[in-house]
């Protein structure tokens, strides 16, 4: 998540303030910048370039400046609202497909904040089509058809959802379990069904960089993977590929996961991440120092995962192993 947050007075930049400081260790929020008063001039300059914005404000201030700004809901970013003495957080906009609500649910957890959600089908204990996509991962190629699909949901209408078989891990989630009945699938694309309404959800690649010590063993590096998928609220058996660079290819133990994992491991060449820029990447003394390139793990499942992939987790080591999440921004 690239976070900004607006705030209006001293209280709101103080509350700001903190809440920069309690995600400087979550490495799924790649980035946070604060701006102080100026709404509707750094809204029109910010707007879509973070994930989503906190304004620290009335909701009022928030709605009249921002509409203006609203072009189509698969791309506005997530609104949130909270009042300046982190009371209440509010998702005034993009809480399903933006992941409005999770960043929500995310702030408010962090401050002791209540969490201010009221999209229909999370009331009721559902889970939207759209927030299913957001969640695992996945294009939706007909949008249109989101509001047919939550509405049957909403009404007690059976949706059958139907997942190839390297997907039925979305059926072990209990609220997808309460909203769809499992059909099964031989085709590699998953689907929703209500009557004649049919949504198509194709996932998009989701790919591990992996940095690790020599001689490490499969059981630190599913250990590290749990920990990061766990973070990422998402099973490991999502993941798509694994991808290091060349000097690791014949490590056991990356060797060892992937086949477990029944998934590829990627080998990247030096030379590749030499020449690779991209802003989303920290750099490593030591592995400049070690190998000649600024990182392995980032640039590594950036360019595995394929063009215009983001990251959803910046690398962090854990017990001699660096792992990053990159996913791609289309199927």
């Keep these: 998540m690239k976070l900004a947050i607006i705030s209006l007075t001293l209280q709101g930049q103080k509350v700001a303030k903190q809440i920069a400081q309690i995600f400087e260790n979550d490495h799924t929020v790649l980035r946070i910048d604060l701006f102080h008063k100026n709404v509707k001039v750094t809204l029109e300059k910010i707007f879509f370039q973070y994930d989503c914005i906190l304004g620290i404000m009335a909701s009022g201030i928030m709605i009249r400046n921002v509409c203006?700004?609203?072009?189509?809901?698969?791309?506005?970013?997530?609104?949130?609202?909270?009042d300046e003495k982190a009371k209440h957080v509010i998702t005034l906009?993009?809480?399903?497909?933006?992941?409005?609500?999770?960043?929500n649910l995310k702030i408010a957890e962090h401050l002791g904040a209540d969490s201010v959600i009221t999209?229909?089908?999370?009331?009721i204990g559902k889970i939207g089509i759209d927030t299913l996509a957001r969640k695992y991962r996945l294009n939706i190629n007909n949008p249109s058809k989101?509001?047919?699909?939550?509405?049957?949901?909403?009404?007690?209408k059976i949706v059958e959802l139907a997942l190839p078989p390297q997907f039925e891990f979305i059926y072990e989630d209990k609220l997808v379990k309460e909203s769809y009945r499992k059909i099964p699938s031989t085709f590699s694309k998953i689907a929703a069904y209500y009557n004649d309404t049919v949504i198509t959800l194709t996932p998009m690649r989701l790919v591990v960089g992996?940095?690790?010590?020599?001689g490490i063993s499969k059981k630190d590096i599913l250990l590290a993977l749990d920990e990061v998928f766990n973070a990422l609220r998402l099973p490991i058996l999502r993941?798509?590929?694994?991808?290091t660079a060349d000097p690791k290819k014949d490590e056991k133990g990356l060797l060892e996961v992937a086949k477990e994992l029944g998934v590829p491991l990627e080998i990247v060449s030096l030379d590749e991440l030499r020449k690779f820029k991209d802003s989303q990447c920290s750099e490593s003394v030591w592995v400049m120092k070690v190998f000649g390139v600024s990182g392995v793990s980032e640039p590594a499942a950036l360019l595995s995962a394929g063009r215009d992939a983001k990251l959803i987790f910046r690398k962090k080591a854990i017990n001699r192993v660096t792992v990053a999440v990159a996913v791609a921004n289309h199927p």
């Excluded at 999209?119 to 009331?123: L, P, S, Y």
């Design 68 to 82: 203006s700004l609203l072009r189509d809901k698969t791309k506005d970013p997530a609104i949130l609202v909270m």
């Design 146 to 156: 989101i509001r047919l699909i939550n509405k049957a949901l909403l009404e007690g």
């Design 119 to 123: 999209t229909a089908t999370d009331v």
């Design 239 to 243: 993941i798509d590929a694994l991808a």
């Design 210 to 214: 992996l940095g690790a010590r020599k």
């Design 93 to 103: 906009l993009s809480g399903h497909i933006g992941g409005g609500n999770d960043y």
